[in-house]
């Protein structure tokens, strides 16, 4: 996968590089606020593009966050996409100031795919699950189980990266992609799943588990 041991994620370095040369343009230049202010602006961007390396849980029935941030859903669902039907539902809501590389919850064959235009309204709401920009993948695990889980622009976030595709086999805790500032992932889990997150937990992507696979 893509990222892979670089500590910032590639996708940014076009973004730095860029307000580095305007910080040393307006440096030469003496505008000494400016310079301040852009390499402010540099500095967090390469915060921002962080590409942190995570402990994966052992246990083989632990499904981890996929994302860094804010529980803001845990729950059932009636219909969940790419499931058609019934699942346990967490919803990660990531600020501006959360890791933005995700990473695959659980490991398994990637056996569909989608991306979805749509809205851009804020991540946080329940209604950015189903009107907002998104990309989604379906896994199948070794013993038939499917999960899906999808990534979901927000009100500043306009641009989803997803590395995987159809046919990839995942290993759980791997990056596969990320959103770029401030966004949202679903994840869709079997309804025996047991959730270990509640509303208001905070989660750490590939580390916390925020549900067991009986």
């Not at 996968?1 to 973004?15: D, H, K, L, S, W």
Request: charged share 20%.
């Amino acid at each position: 996968m893509r990222n892979r041991n670089q500590p910032i994620a590639v996708e940014g370095y076009p973004f730095i590089a860029l307000f580095a040369f305007v910080t040393l343009v307006f440096a030469l230049l003496g505008w000494t606020f400016l310079t301040l202010l852009l390499l402010a602006l540099t500095l967090f961007t390469v915060y921002f593009f962080r590409n942190p390396e995570r402990l994966i849980p052992e246990a083989e029935d632990a499904v981890v966050a996929p994302a860094d941030g804010k529980i803001v859903y845990a729950g059932e669902v009636e219909n969940a996409p790419m499931l058609d039907g019934p699942a346990q539902k967490v919803s990660i809501f990531m600020s501006v100031f959360n890791v933005h590389v995700n990473r695959v919850p659980y490991a398994g064959k990637v056996i569909d795919s989608f991306y979805k235009k749509g809205a851009f309204f804020n991540a946080e709401l329940d209604k950015a699950s189903s009107e907002n920009e998104q990309s989604g993948l379906l896994v199948e695990t070794t013993d038939g189980r499917r999960i899906s889980f999808v990534q979901i622009a927000g009100l500043v976030a306009r641009r989803i990266v997803c590395y995987a595709e159809v046919g990839d086999q995942l290993e759980r805790g791997a990056r596969y992609g990320l959103i770029r500032f401030g966004s949202r992932v679903d994840i869709y889990l079997p309804t025996d799943t047991a959730l270990q997150v509640r509303l208001g937990d905070r989660t750490v992507s590939g580390e916390t588990v925020i549900g067991t696979l009986p």
